[in-house]
């Protein structure tokens, strides 16, 4: 039996070289998988995100990635001067804000 099994084995095999195609296709679809359920929705979502930055005014009400609540007194080209509690202002660079926490901003309807 052991003789039999090994036999079968040790036979090459015949009409060779489909084994690399059959690689490259699984390769490619293992590639599409991750592009549809990885790449394709960070970049949507970074492109969101630049557009909400680009679209901060005065008078949005923002949170920053380390967690100031503020609403914008003032916005430059790269930075944004906010008023957070009482009459503390704070400068921070635009790239910092995680999101809009304005009415009109569609942050606050989820999403």
């Known amino acids: 039996m052991a003789e039999a099994l ?3 084995v040790m036979v090459p095999r015949q009409g060779g070289g489909s084994g690399g195609f059959v690689l490259l296709v699984q390769m490619g679809a ?4 991750f592009y549809f359920l990885l790449i394709r929705p960070q970049r949507k ?3 969101r995100q630049k ?4 679209a901060i005014a005065k008078g949005d009400e923002i949170v920053t990635s380390g967690g100031i609540i503020g609403t ?11 008023k957070t509690g009482g009459e503390t202002k704070v ?5 910092n804000v995680a999101r809009k926490v304005s009415a009109d ?3 606050a309807a989820g999403k």
């Open 30 to 33: 293992l590639f599409a998988i």
């Open 6 to 8: 090994l036999a079968v």
């Open 45 to 47: 979502e970074q492109q």
């Open 105 to 107: 901003a569609p942050d």
């Open 91 to 95: 400068t921070i660079v635009r790239s």
């Open 72 to 82: 914008v007194i003032r916005a430059e080209e790269d930075r944004l001067i906010i």
């Open 51 to 54: 557009q909400m930055i680009a």
